[in-house]
């Protein structure tokens, strides 16, 4: 007996589903991802790919499942945002100090709800650290909108400290993958004598695509400071994963600093 629905993985590289151009998908009606941020060029391939489907996108925490989802009828207005808070959920955004922070000011992510866990197993100096009275401070770092939208900026500890600047990784990312010749890429702070860290890009390339730097570093001088701009493209043939599937930004940053 067929299932009443169709079940699809698409990884956000576009290279562990070469197939799904050629695969029709008549009855699937809804998307999601776990994981991480769609990079907005991977986002607009599949969207072109599966018209008829209903892309909900999501932020979540290990230690609270889901936090935030984007509606789908708010995608091409508010393109790159992570969206509300989930039913039943509150997300706040808060600085060092536990105080909210006002609407385009840039603050830790804390979930308080009926899904955050009870701490870490074993682990009580942890659990203090994280588990607060506020809610479960997830360490990413977040901006909210004037009409309560969240958009994620980075992860305190990935934040690239260059010049007195504090770079998110995470926007320069989504003007490297527009280029559109790049299966996926990691931006990072290496050591620098004189900037602290400067911005490095290690990067797969897409299919077919050569592996040329100089059209993707042009373009992103023409859509970001100066500061934020990647010194060099390393290319590799595929980025480090985490356990969980994610991209292992620590052993990226440890294999380019000098011991």
């Given amino acids: 007996m067929p299932l009443p629905f169709n079940r ?3 990884r956000s590289n576009a290279q562990a589903a070469p197939s799904l151009p050629k695969t029709p998908l008549p009855g699937l009606r ?3 991802n776990s994981g991480g941020a769609v990079p907005a060029e991977t986002l607009g391939r599949i ?3 599966l018209p008829q489907a209903r892309f909900f996108l999501m932020y979540g925490l290990t230690e609270a499942f889901r936090s935030t989802y984007l ?4 995608i091409d207005r508010r393109a790159g945002s992570i969206g509300k808070a989930i039913p039943e959920t509150e997300i706040l955004v808060l600085d060092a100090n536990g105080r909210r922070c006002p609407p385009g000011a840039v603050g830790t992510l804390v979930h308080r709800g009926p899904t955050v866990a009870l701490g870490y197993w ?3 100096e942890e659990t203090a ?3 607060r009275e506020e809610g479960v401070w997830s360490g990413d770092l977040v901006r909210m909108d004037e009409d309560g939208y969240l958009w994620f900026a980075g992860r305190d500890d990935a934040m ?5 600047y504090r770079i998110s990784p995470t926007e320069v990312e989504e003007v490297l993958m527009a280029s559109g010749r790049l299966a996926s890429v990691a931006v990072i702070g290496v050591p620098d004598a004189a900037a ?3 911005v490095h890009a290690v990067a797969v390339a897409a299919a077919g695509a050569p592996r040329d730097p100089e059209p993707i570093l042009a373009r992103a001088a023409a859509e970001l400071p100066a500061f934020m701009v990647p010194r060099e493209i390393e290319y590799v043939d595929a980025l480090p994963e985490t356990p969980n599937g994610k991209v292992d930004y620590k052993r990226l940053k440890a294999e380019r600093t000098p011991r």
Avoid: C, H, M, W
């Fill in 30 to 32: 809804y998307l999601t």
């Fill in 196 to 198: 602290g860290e400067r």
């Fill in 122 to 124: 074993n682990r009580p």
């Fill in 129 to 131: 650290r994280v588990f």
């Fill in 71 to 74: 509606d789908p009828a708010e």
């Fill in 160 to 164: 690239i400290k260059s010049s007195g």
């Fill in 47 to 49: 969207r072109a790919l």
């Fill in 8 to 10: 699809v993985q698409v």
